[in-house]
């Protein structure tokens, strides 16, 4: 798409992506719930009919909106951290991209799929169940990354990887939640300094 | 109140006390926000008019709802930790207290103050301040123990206070966030083996 068709388009009509990137970032304040196709044409600046040309129901443009927030943890996070040559390296990646994307403030509320957890966790149905699939497919690729360091010698082989990948990631979590809550620094840094430690006393060298 | 003016209450007026419980309850599966009179008033089976009496707006009911659930979380988990002779018999009590709080299913989804904070760190005003100032009270009195476990020698005085409260809140909060979500006691189990080693960490004996 070039310039002169950007600036066509927003007069009114979006892209579907453009829009589910503002729903996302609405989902992490007002909650999925709180995603109504009303409230979400204001945001952005469309028609409600408009908005029920791409999505006929809520629920429909919940599971997108979670959807596009997974493809872009993957594009942002988890991708980039393919490329380390090990797995501490990968597993460094992950947790270091984690906390940039925290900070780096993608979305007002913080780590978008903590945010939907945290709101569906008690809601059984399909937007739980896809809202809640992300993050255990995070801690799995936590836990694989560990064990390939444990293969490769440089993590401890008596560290219980899915104890440890458990650790790692409730530092990330608090480090998440307390950000958003107090907006300053501080919980990104404590979480870092507990992944520093908590990887020496496994066993792995300083980061280079 | 004998049980016979109990029975005659449960006809339809019930207790502000069991109001605000049920209204607690509601509020970690519906969100604060989604507590609304009328669907508190449907929960504990009284007409809408008959809470208006009780509180006379949503926000008068979240900030109500609030602090019958801080005075809960006191009485339950704070208070009897006051109890413990010293530091660590203190912070150990708070750590098993929050776990065990979780695990006993008080709330549906799980600790109340982590599942409002989570919906309303976005949203300034009163009901946001209200939600997050236990949270910020709880860091400090994991703190506070820890401190005074040092002083008293049996935790390493080397340690920071507040990075190593940092860090058992987080197992502490990843626990309750799993356990809602898994219904499972996997994560209240690793919890407290993460607990165990970061304590030995930091010098503590063995617990009793």
């Known amino acids: 798409m070039n310039s002169h068709s ?17 729903a996302a970032r609405l989902a992490t ?17 469309m028609s409600k009919s408009g908005l029920y040309a791409h999505f006929r129901s809520k629920e429909e443009l919940q599971l997108a909106t979670i959807e596009t927030a997974t493809a872009f943890f993957f594009s942002r996070i988890v991708e980039p951290a393919q490329q380390a040559p090990d797995g501490l390296g ?23 799929f903590a945010s939907v957890a945290a709101e569906m966790d008690t809601r059984p149905g399909r937007v739980r169940d896809s809202a809640i699939r992300l993050s255990l497919q995070w801690i799995q ?10 293969a490769e010698g440089s993590l401890h082989a008596g560290e219980d990887a899915d104890q ?12 998440n939640a307390q950000y958003v809550a107090l907006q300053n620094g501080m919980p990104i840094a404590r979480a870092k300094s507990a992944i520093a430690a908590r990887l020496a006393a496994a066993g792995a060298a300083p980061k280079a």
Chains 1, 2 share one sequence.
């Open 29 to 45: 304040v007002a909650g999925l719930d709180g995603l109504s196709i009303g409230r979400l044409a204001d945001a952005v600046g």
């Open 141 to 150: 690729l936590l836990a694989d990354a560990i064990r390939d360091a444990q």
């Open 6 to 22: 950007r600036t066509q388009r927003s007069d009114g009509i979006r892209s579907r992506e453009a829009i589910l990137d503002e």
């Open 164 to 175: 440890l990948a458990f650790e790692l990631n409730a530092y990330l979590l608090l480090s």
């Open 90 to 112: 990968r597993l460094r990646l992950l947790l270091d991209g984690f906390l940039d994307y925290v900070e780096g403030g993608v979305y007002p509320g913080g780590c978008f």
